[in-house]
């Protein structure tokens, strides 16, 4: 099985047409199999950081480079996964159906091999019984549930996530945080998250990275405090509180 990949942004800059700087200058690395999240104000540049990661978008100036297998390659067309802010789930296809429109597309599956796969992925995200059910008979969080599964289906080892529970309730956010965390770990997958939440990040993460307003400058970068298993009552505990205002104190200083 291939291991987890490294993910380099090396003198980054990203200036769209009409002369927003979104990026400057950014260096940074993502090592191999970590969950790292991305905070930061709203327009900032997060979102364009992961477009860039899937090779959905290329910069000015510098590179960004997929370490995989020792070998450094470009992203565009690599073993990446993205979860966008919405579902997105195409309403005339069953459940079962969205998720696997990715290997539809790729057209390098058998038959057999691709209901494998979707059974597997419905499973790893507790949808196993809801297969043939259609989008508008899923719940929020049952929809971003899918999501994932989609994203998964074609095994990515790098795992990009755009604020994928931001819209649902609070319940259901704590709940596929811990079961995101759980799955990417299982999985060995590389993460690199985007959120606007400071608990969030400070729950989710192995490392958190905090930027600045547009264009995006890296203004703390803090290993968690925590283990590696994380558990609900960590949320209510002190050292949890202490980490929260650290990365609050961390975008106040870089003027968010």
Not at 6 to 23: K, Q
Not at 153 to 160: H, K
Not at 191 to 198: A, Q, Y
């Amino acid at each position: 099985m291939p291991g987890a990949i490294s993910l380099r942004f090396e003198r980054v800059d990203r200036r769209f047409d009409d002369g927003l700087v979104a990026i400057e200058g950014l260096d940074l690395t993502i090592d191999a199999g970590s969950f790292t999240v991305l905070l930061g104000p709203s327009g900032c540049g997060k979102s364009t950081l992961l477009r860039l990661a899937a090779g959905l978008d290329e910069p000015q100036s510098g590179r960004v480079v997929l370490a995989e297998d020792g070998v450094d390659r470009s992203p565009k067309g690599g073993p990446t996964g993205f979860v966008f802010q919405e579902a997105q789930l195409l309403p005339w296809r069953t459940l079962e159906a969205n998720v696997a429109l990715p290997l539809e597309l790729a057209g390098d599956t058998t038959a057999a091999e691709l209901h494998a796969r979707v059974d597997e992925a419905l499973r790893r995200v507790g949808l196993a019984g809801a297969a043939t059910r259609m989008p508008h008979e899923l719940s929020g969080g049952m929809k971003m549930r899918a999501s994932l599964a989609r994203a998964l289906v074609r095994a990515p080892r790098l795992f990009l996530l755009d604020e994928p529970f931001g819209a649902l309730d609070e319940l259901t956010r704590l709940r596929l945080d811990d079961e995101l965390r759980a799955l990417a770990k299982d999985l060995r997958i590389t993460v690199l998250f985007v959120t606007h939440s400071i608990q969030e990040a400070a729950y989710l993460a192995d490392r958190v990275i905090v930027f600045s307003p547009r264009p995006a400058r890296i203004v703390g970068d803090y290993a968690s405090p925590f283990a590696d298993v994380r558990h609900a009552d960590q949320r209510f505990s002190e050292p949890f509180a202490a980490f929260v205002g650290t990365l609050h104190d961390a975008l106040v200083r870089g003027g968010a």
